[in-house]
């Protein structure tokens, strides 16, 4: 269990760079999402091919694996649009509403009952976006595009965490992340009719970027989170990783200069999307004990 709370932490630090890397990368977020899933999906292939890792499952099976990729993959280009029209820290912010989505979707698809604390903490988590939301009217299609985000976010886990029990890491990510290509591939060109660049390939800069991003904040990340499923509910993984916020943040406000763009309701919002994390860990702990 320690293993996967060290994991955990680490794959929630590797996250806080993630909206990061969405800043300095210049392409839209319909080209930045499909660079990352393309290279992660190479250096996944290379991975499994140099340490001979088992591929031995059926068609029906990678399809069903694939579908899962095309969550995440939905949910990167609306996180990354959020980004993109705002800034880091709304966009990191407003992926803390993951674990209110978990909480309301869990349920319905395992046909079960809604567990009073967790509706509770994410109704927290809930109110400290709204707090947010009104900082900045200029920000508030970022902002409603980082809630989208947040429902796909929490639809992957669930699914992911199905996968989890059935399937090893390295092949549920390579293949999500080969789906998440050729799904997003098959769009793109509808995408960029409506959304138009001057290039679709990458400048230098950006293209080491995407590399870095793919290979420590996309295969190593992912890769981390699928082996903590095993151990630790779908719930409480996406409420850890409303601690994310902390560590972009940090970023933004060091290197971009972002403390300047928020006010006091920003702050207010933020405490109470951290409370929930702290109140989580106080309630996980009991139960354990």
Aim: glycine share 6%; charged share 15%.
């Amino acid at each position: 269990m320690k293993k996967s709370y060290f994991l955990l932490h680490t794959a929630v630090v590797l996250a806080g760079f993630t909206g990061v890397f969405g800043k300095l990368i210049t392409l839209n977020e319909g080209l930045l999402t499909w660079y990352r899933v393309f290279f992660s999906s190479i250096f996944l292939f290379l991975f499994i091919k140099i340490f001979k890792v088992s591929k031995s499952i059926n068609t029906k099976e990678k399809i069903k694996i694939a579908k899962v990729g095309l969550l995440i993959t939905i949910h990167w280009v609306f996180f990354y649009a959020s980004i993109k029209y705002s800034n880091i820290s709304v966009g990191v912010v407003c992926y803390s509403l993951t674990s209110f989505f978990t909480a309301l979707f869990k349920p319905l698809l395992d046909k079960k009952r809604f567990v009073f604390s967790e509706m509770v903490l994410s109704g927290i988590t809930l109110l400290g976006i709204s707090l947010i939301f009104h900082f900045d009217s200029s920000y508030q299609l970022g902002i409603i595009f980082g809630v989208v985000s947040s429902a796909f976010a929490a639809l992957y886990t669930i699914g992911n965490e199905r996968l989890a029990s059935s399937y090893d890491s390295r092949i549920i990510n390579y293949y999500q992340m080969f789906g998440g290509t050729i799904g997003l591939g098959l769009l793109l060109p509808i995408y960029l009719y409506f959304f138009p660049v001057k290039s679709i390939i990458p400048e230098w800069k950006d293209t080491i970027y995407l590399v870095l991003l793919s290979v420590f904040c996309t295969v190593a990340l992912y890769v981390s989170v699928t082996e903590v499923l095993k151990k630790i509910p779908a719930f409480t993984v996406n409420l850890s990783f409303n601690l994310e916020p902390i560590y972009a943040i940090i970023i933004a406000f060091v290197f971009f200069n972002e403390g300047k763009e928020v006010n006091f309701s920003f702050y207010v919002g933020l405490f109470f999307v951290l409370l929930s994390v702290v109140l989580q860990s106080v309630i996980f702990v009991r139960r354990k004990k």
